[in-house]
């Protein structure tokens, strides 16, 4: 059965540290993606990023990175000089590719509530 | 470009009513998704559509709820006989299958509160 674990529930930092959220996932399918989304207070779910199962290699996107390593089923998300416009609740994603290449349903994990002090 | 859109956004309901939910998806996108958030979790899988085909059902979606995308646009979900149980932030998602249909982008969501 796929799973996504965030053992982190809830992560504390002061305004430019730099912040890693953990992501472990399960899953016995040899092509999956991954996903990370953010739900600010709002409530809206915010695309962040996907990562094929086939491509290893680290992003970055400004303050943004992600460490993608199969070996440990993990897909771990950085945020460098936090903001307080960071505050939020980020979810780790799986889920399988099918037919069209188009994912079916999204396994989330529990979220890691991050807040970010001035 | 308009995002997903979802109708009510709130809605209280006394136990035992029946309610139901819009979502209009991203026009062109043709595959819609239905999930579930209680407080404190990650959204949870609820079914989903390709164009009107309903492709997949959750164990979640018991025989109170029905979803239904008739013309593979908008989508509705209804719940009969809504319990306390039910309570939850409704969350809908669409995506394009294609080279770049891997992302499901998600609407604002619908609260509902059964009391």
């Known amino acids: 059965a796929q799973k996504v674990t965030q053992a982190q529930t809830e992560i504390s930092v002061v305004e430019k540290e730099d912040v890693t959220l953990d992501c472990v996932y399960e899953?016995?399918?040899?092509?999956?993606?991954l996903f990370w989304y953010k739900q600010p207070p709002s409530g809206e779910l915010v695309f962040l990023i996907r990562?094929?199962?086939?491509?290893?290699q680290n992003e970055i996107s400004g303050r943004y990175s992600w460490n993608f390593q199969k070996s440990t089923s993990s897909f771990n998300f950085t945020i460098t000089a936090s903001q307080v416009v960071d505050s939020a609740v980020y979810f780790c994603?799986?889920?399988?590719?099918?037919?069209?290449?188009?994912?079916?349903?999204?396994?989330f994990g529990t979220g890691t509530l991050l807040a970010v002090q001035p | 470009d308009t995002g997903v859109s979802q109708d009510p956004r709130h809605k209280i309901t006394k136990r035992g009513q029946n309610v139901t939910f819009r979502c209009d998806p991203i026009?062109?996108?043709?595959?819609l998704y239905w999930y579930r958030q209680t407080l404190g979790q990650g959204p949870e899988f609820l079914t989903y559509?390709?164009?009107?085909?309903?492709?997949?059902k959750s164990r979640l979606l018991s025989d109170r709820f029905s979803a239904e995308r008739p013309k593979g646009s908008f989508s509705t979900l209804e719940i009969q006989r809504t319990e306390q149980g039910d309570s939850a932030m409704y969350l809908c998602?669409?995506?394009?299958?294609?080279?770049?249909?891997?992302?499901?982008?998600f609407g604002p969501g619908t609260r509902l509160t059964v009391t």
């Open positions: 998602a669409s995506s394009l299958v294609g080279s770049d249909g891997y992302e499901q982008y």
């Open positions: 899953t016995r399918d040899t092509t999956y993606y």
């Open positions: 990562r094929n199962s086939f491509d290893e």
């Open positions: 994603a799986l889920s399988e590719v099918n037919y069209g290449g188009a994912t079916n349903k999204l396994i």
């Open positions: 026009s062109e996108h043709n595959r």
């Open positions: 559509f390709q164009n009107e085909a309903q492709l997949e």
